[in-house]
């Protein structure tokens, strides 16, 4: 005999309580990371800008473009940064990475301007451009893009891993407990059938040989009570077997 | 990837200087077979790539590159990609002669051998080809190298090793950067800068009217290069750059450039100067044709001129459809004035050897031209190398190389302009001539106001 009614509540609130943890753990695991990475791919492209703007500052004063043009497209090979370009204190282009041509938003933007701000791109996609002065800004300005896309895409990742292990757990998690509700509502199960035997035949010696008297624990104790009760009922006294597991 | 050189086996019995693992072995069969007196020679040319002589061995080891048989060049260059004419062009020109001097005798007793590796125009394998050259196979110096973008990137490293004196010479690039300082002193040029030859045509296409000056340029250090020529040249007239579009090194002529001539179409340009390589210039050409862009295009040296006139008129019923506005700016005199010396000589070496790509460094079908511009520049390139390694005299050593270089003053090659070398003068040669496209060659181009004006 199954006991299923005794312990679905305390499944239901095995359920609930581990989907609210996992639920509450994936938002914060979502926020924390989409807010750590953020920054750092923000901090990595500030930090890209400002070793351009540093290490061009010599090559600008030298006029010498090719070297600065081949400075910059060894750091669009870096993942995630999709252009660069670099103005002169006149806001004239004197480098950038742009293919077919510099893109119209750009060309009117404020290019002395090195706060990030994001920036939608026809034909090219989502970006967070931040620049960084040359010189404090008397030689010129670096501007990075770092495509949003390609940052949106490592967050999911992250993410869905964090999240893909918290499921596991989750259910790893349920399949133990129903495992450990069925061991403890097993012998509950067998006490409730073997109490049912003795009241329909409690003259039977056979019901005081079952390895359910001679358990060392609370079902053995009510079993050896049941069979006790019943047999006080019949005028009959304990068998040898529960007196001396008693 | 390491690709060496078959020696050239002449019907002479002679090994040219090109040598490799694979290609050493196929020909030292059958150098055994047919010509046992080659087999020294041959032995010699293996260097430590075939297990050489115990001195050679040693000498190379110790960092001279030459020994008592041979003086070991450096190649990175592009042999496969969608710029392999440009390398194979360059190599073909430099083989005809220094095969040549080898037939006779070497240098000084020495054979001239080169050390190649294909870099496919790509900056990243230029660099690990130039490590390898140096410090593997320890070359006696670096030569006949093809491109800014890969020249650009190994200049810090000749300024790393500058206590080893290896020297580049006579890159295929006009470029700045080994023309000024800090890498300069590092690099020795024989053609003609960049930016005299955008200076060369703004100001051409200045005086026959011709403003508004756009550029279609590759978005890399070459492109830049050029760019910032033409915006200095324009800058002289009291003009600015009316507009420019790019394209992605490597494109293909397949690809379409239909937005390129659309940028510019956008800005109504009077000509437009290209600063790319042969593939994407014919399509640039193409398409602006198509589009209806009809102003003079103007390519530089670097272009590839045979390869860039042989995409645009292939199969085409009208052959001069999109070679009509074309000007090609050269670094060296054209190939079919033998009235030249350099140029008859340069068209006999050629017949006498034409030199091949060694087989092993062939990944994609390429009919090289029997002549063309870049056969002729490298052949310029090799005779020069050719009198400063003989002024090294019997004992060559790298320390010896900047006082040969500089000891050529008024140098005669062979063509009507003097060359000349020292401490502030790095570069050889400061001619640039103009072409244009007529009866299917280009031929030099006299009068711009009868032809563009």
Known sequence: ?246 | MQHSLGPEASSSGNWGPLVTRKSVMRSGLAALLVAPFTVSSLAAGRGQESGGSEAESSDLAEGRGATDEEIVLGVSAAFSGPSRGLGTELYRGAMAYFNNVNENGGIEGRRVSLKLYDDGYQPDPCVQNTMRLMLEDKVFLLFGYVGTPTVTRVLPILKKFQDEKIFLFFPFTGAQPQREPPYGEFAFNLRASYNQETAGLVDNLVRIGRRRIAVFYQIDAYGRSGWAGVRAALAKHGERLAGEATYSRGEKFTGSMRKQVEILQGVSPDAVICIGAYAACAAFARDAVDLGLDVPIANLSFVGSENLLKLLTEGQDDAERYTRQLINSQVVPSYEDTSIPAVQEYRDLMARHDPQVPADLVQEEYAPFPHSFGSLEGFLNAKLLGEILRRLGPDPDRTGLEEAVFSIEDFDLGISERVSFGPDRRQGLQSVYHTVVEDGRFVPLDDWGARFG
Not at chain 1, 136 to 141: L, M, R, S, Y
């Open chain 1, 1 to 246: 005999m199954r006991i299923r009614r005794l312990f679905k509540w305390t499944r239901f609130g095995i359920f609930a309580v581990f989907g609210l943890i996992v639920l509450s753990t994936s938002i914060l695991c979502i926020y924390t990371v989409d807010t750590e990475l953020s920054a750092e791919y923000e901090v990595n492209t500030q930090n890209i800008a400002k070793t351009i703007a540093d290490s061009s500052a010599g090559i600008l004063l030298n006029q010498n473009l090719a070297t600065l043009q081949s400075l910059v497209d060894q750091f669009l090979e870096v993942q995630g940064i999709r252009y660069i370009y670099i103005t002169s204190e006149t806001g004239e282009f004197l480098a950038h990475t742009f293919v077919p041509g510099i893109p119209e938003e750009i060309l009117e933007s404020d290019h002395s301007n090195t706060a990030p701000v994001e920036r939608s791109l026809p034909g090219m996609g989502d970006f967070i451009e931040v620049g960084s002065p040359i010189l404090a800004g008397v030689a010129g300005t670096v501007h990075v893009g770092m495509d949003l896309d390609v940052v949106a895409l490592k967050i999911q990742r992250a993410i869905g891993q964090q999240v893909y292990l918290i499921s596991v757990m989750l259910v790893l998690g349920v399949l133990a407990s129903i495992w450990f509700v069925n061991l403890a509502a097993k012998p509950l199960g067998e006490l409730l059938a073997y109490a049912v035997e003795l009241a329909r035949d409690g003259e039977n010696d056979e019901l005081g040989e079952r390895d359910l008297l001679a358990r060392d624990d609370e079902v053995g104790h009510l079993a050896r009570l049941f069979l006790h009760v019943s047999r006080q009922g019949a005028g009959r006294g304990l068998p040898a077997r529960v007196s001396g597991a008693e």
